[in-house]
């Protein structure tokens, strides 16, 4: 048999797993890194140096929102992130690391690397960020997951393939025992009828002595492209369930987003913002001052227009439920220092006269 290049090598479909993956991953990391980290002692919010190196430049290299995306993805690809804080007040996103660690005193982290730097000192469990995603690793399930619907994503497209290939053969007479040079020349006539068939809409082969090339395509109908497609949906489907992520997000369906938003928010962003805030103010206030009022605190980014909440803030404040500047606060904004705003309010129809009907108009 002559040794020429007739078969074509199938691809791992690796591209699936990795659109996946990121969609889902950039999906959670954009929206956090959208978010505000205050500083809040007792009833005010305070610009400082915590409040920069959070919102503004965490360390020389980044910026918050590109650090916040690469803590997001570490968190959730790798189940865990670790962020440091260099000599300078830097904060950095460690890389690798290894964990030690104990039931009554604090891990200990060694082996930190940062962009091929290790250093060679240990952490310990009060001087770092340390925040984990799950109890198991998600890596692995998604592995799992891929490894059956990548099967079938390959053999989707393969098929999708022979049903619109073109197939021949190439009768070659009286060449038994041929030399490399008369080889060379069979396979680039091979690769000519190939490229013509690929590239032309109308080619024409030449007949030579020696060489016959015979078709034998048939027609078939060619499966759906939306038949790829729904097994790609369907592994994305599956990614973003893992996550907590509503798939109508990440499909980029456009009727009712309101309410897969505010799902989005509720079990996927919401979850994920305490834990970040619990742990950077565990580690930066201590039990009393907590106490006292002084925290992080995270706004994040809000899916609703203040327009389109104005009527139920009028309601709140009208109902004495909320002072003005609760409800800033409420709404991410800060509060002012004005009497009025530190005042509660219940209008006429809300009165017990109002209620038991013997209220006037004047």
Request: proline share 3%; with cysteine.
């Amino acid at each position: 048999m002559l040794d020429l290049d007739l078969l074509e090598g199938v691809s791992d479909r690796i591209q699936m797993k990795q659109m996946a993956i990121q969609t889902c991953i950039n999906l959670i990391a954009k929206t956090i890194s959208m978010s505000e980290f205050r500083v809040k002692k007792r009833k005010e919010y305070i610009k400082n140096e915590t409040y920069y190196r959070l919102n503004v430049k965490p360390n020389l290299n980044q910026a918050a929102a590109t650090f916040w995306e690469q803590v997001i993805y570490k968190y959730v690809y790798d189940n865990e992130c670790l962020i440091i804080i260099t000599d300078t007040q830097d904060l950095l996103v460690a890389d690798s690391f290894t964990k030690k660690e104990y039931a009554v005193y604090g891990d200990v982290f060694t082996d930190v690397v940062v962009k091929g730097h290790e250093f060679r000192r240990s952490f310990k469990r009060d001087e770092v960020f340390y925040i984990e995603f799950n109890n198991k690793n998600l890596t692995p399930i998604m592995d799992g997951l891929y490894a059956d619907y990548g099967e079938l994503f390959g053999r989707t497209i393969n098929a999708h393939k022979r049903k619109s290939q073109i197939r021949g053969t190439v009768d070659i007479e009286g060449l038994s025992g041929t030399t490399d040079e008369k080889r060379e020349k069979i396979q680039k006539f091979v690769d000519k009828v190939y490229k013509a068939f690929t590239d032309k809409d109308i080619a024409v082969v030449p007949q030579q002595k020696g060489f016959k090339y015979q078709e034998h395509s048939k027609y078939q109908q060619s499966l759906s492209v939306d038949e790829v497609d729904k097994v790609a949906d369907g592994f994305l489907k599956k990614v973003a369930r893992a996550l907590n992520i509503p798939p109508a997000l990440v499909l980029g369906e456009m009727a009712d987003v309101e309410k897969p938003t505010r799902n989005f928010m509720l079990f996927c962003i919401d979850p994920i913002v305490k834990k970040i805030k619990d742990e950077f103010t565990g580690k930066m206030f201590t039990r009393t001052e907590f106490f006292e009022g002084e925290q992080i605190d995270i706004r994040r980014p809000s899916y609703r227009d203040i327009f389109d909440l104005a009527a139920a803030v009028d309601k709140l404040r009208a109902g004495g439920m909320y002072n003005g500047n609760e409800l800033r606060d409420k709404l991410g904004d800060e509060p002012v220092d004005d009497p009025i705003l530190e005042r509660y309010y219940i209008t006429k129809n809300y009165t017990e006269d109002s209620l038991e009907g013997g209220g006037t108009d004047e």
